[in-house]
């Protein structure tokens, strides 16, 4: 019971293995694996000298479906949790159908050559899922996954419907870095680079990436830029909640940031096609990823908060008329790091993984299928978090947001 393989050993890794070590009797036995066995090894060595608990650890290419089979059956896990790259979604959901395993991830699939943010390929695996009684969890993260939570429990306990939902990513982090990204640099430039997207009116209304600015005061934080741009949780969350009108993803960046993100782009150095140079392929995002500091080593230089959360309006369960909550978690990136040795950001994504990985082996979530995190009871995950060192507030607003 509890045999969990975790793939992966970057910065949410460290920070997810950490708290799976420390909630033991539900992890009671974990093997982390990853294609360079040193970075596995390093954090074994620091959840060893943190919580006492001996972690195995394993070299393992996750595009090697047979040889993440064997793993799964030599470790006997019952449970994998995917912490590598959204390029090794699918074919770890195919390692584990065939050797009889649940799956959960905090990122959707992405093909290398294309940056589309699209859950389609994730579902088609519904049925497969289904019929070998196996379960597969996407998004346990912070965004996607808590942020999808609170929406959920935000419909069970305060909302009959939700009419517009914003979600807001602001980090009031700072570290000595010049220019640096807070978690995996490509999968995060690819991200930032897109054509912001949002719901609104029953479509996509399309702007051009990091355009549309507002300025809000966070909790915990204070006022910061926020810019509207797409994210994966939008596509799950209006398909789930069908009723949603307009839904919106912001996420906070200072100007330093953005003038470096948009020259880089301008020269072509975030270019996800391979080019030649001098007689060598490469592909020019993962070239600037070799150059960027690693997000994982940017833990104890890192000071101040991060503040995540929902703000949604919708007609009240009490039939009190319509209202607007805001829901959120501050967490403190040195904190994090006299914890677990992480900044905030690895830190809320890893805690919610492990959550996540918890509610399925509890059996609390144990329905089989391909789910999003907002098609799932949101209540123990919720309590979880208070305990787990993320906790959450909840307040009431005069009215629906006005930018
Ligand atoms: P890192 O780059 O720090 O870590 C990724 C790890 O995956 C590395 O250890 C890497 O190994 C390993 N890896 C890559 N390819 C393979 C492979 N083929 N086989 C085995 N292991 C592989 O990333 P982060 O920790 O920053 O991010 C991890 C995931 O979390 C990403 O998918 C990211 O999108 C997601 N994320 C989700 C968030 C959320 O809130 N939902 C927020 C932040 C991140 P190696 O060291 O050898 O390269």
């Known amino acids: 019971q509890g045999k969990t393989l975790v793939v992966g050993a970057g910065g949410v890794s460290h920070a997810a293995v950490h708290k799976m070590a420390m909630n033991a009797g539900i992890f009671t036995d974990i093997t982390l694996a990853s294609r360079t066995k040193s970075k596995c090894d390093a954090i074994a060595a620091s959840v060893l000298e943190r919580t006492g608990v001996t972690i195995k650890t394993a070299a393992l290419d996750a595009m090697d479906v047979a040889a993440t089979v064997a793993l799964i059956k030599e470790t006997g896990a019952e449970l994998l949790v995917n912490l590598a790259l959204p390029y090794q979604d699918l074919v770890l959901m195919d390692a584990c159908l065939e050797a009889g395993c649940h799956y959960i991830d905090t990122a959707n699939y992405e093909p290398e050559d294309e940056a589309k943010f699209e859950y389609h390929w994730q579902w088609a695996y519904r049925d497969r899922f289904k019929e070998a009684g196996l379960m597969a969890v996407l998004g346990s993260g912070f965004d996607p996954g808590v942020t999808s939570v609170f929406a959920t429990w935000l419909k069970k306990h305060k909302l009959k419907t939700i009419r517009q939902i914003d979600v807001l990513d602001a980090n009031g982090g700072s570290n000595d870095q010049t220019f640096a990204t807070n978690f995996n640099p490509e999968i995060n430039l690819r991200e930032v680079l897109q054509e912001a997207r949002h719901w609104e009116g029953g479509n996509w209304q399309t702007s051009p990436a990091m355009t549309h600015k507002v300025e809000f005061d966070f909790p915990g ?34 100007d330093a940031y953005i003038t470096h993100a948009k020259v880089l782009e301008n020269v072509g150095m975030t270019r996800i096609d391979p080019v030649m140079h001098n007689g060598v392929e490469i592909i020019p995002i993962q070239f600037l990823k070799t150059l960027l500091p690693d997000p994982g080593d940017l833990g104890e230089e890192t000071k101040g908060k991060a503040c995540i959360g929902d703000i949604a309006t919708g007609d009240a369960l009490d039939g009190s008329g319509e209202k607007t909550f805001y829901i959120y978690n501050i967490c403190d990136h040195e904190e994090c790091y006299r914890e677990v040795g992480s900044q905030a950001v690895s830190y809320t994504t890893g805690v919610p993984a492990m959550i996540g990985a918890a509610q399925i082996l509890t059996g609390v979530w144990k329905e089989p299928g391909v789910w999003n995190m907002e098609q799932l009871d949101p209540d123990n995950f919720m309590d979880m978090l208070n305990t787990q060192g993320l906790p959450w507030q909840v307040h009431e607003l005069n009215g629906p947001v006005e930018f």
Do not use: Q, V
């Open 221 to 254: 934080i204070g006022p910061k830029n926020m810019y509207l741009m797409y994210h994966e949780e939008l596509e799950s969350l209006t398909t789930h909640f069908p009723e949603i009108e307009r839904a919106r993803f912001w996420m906070t960046f200072g």
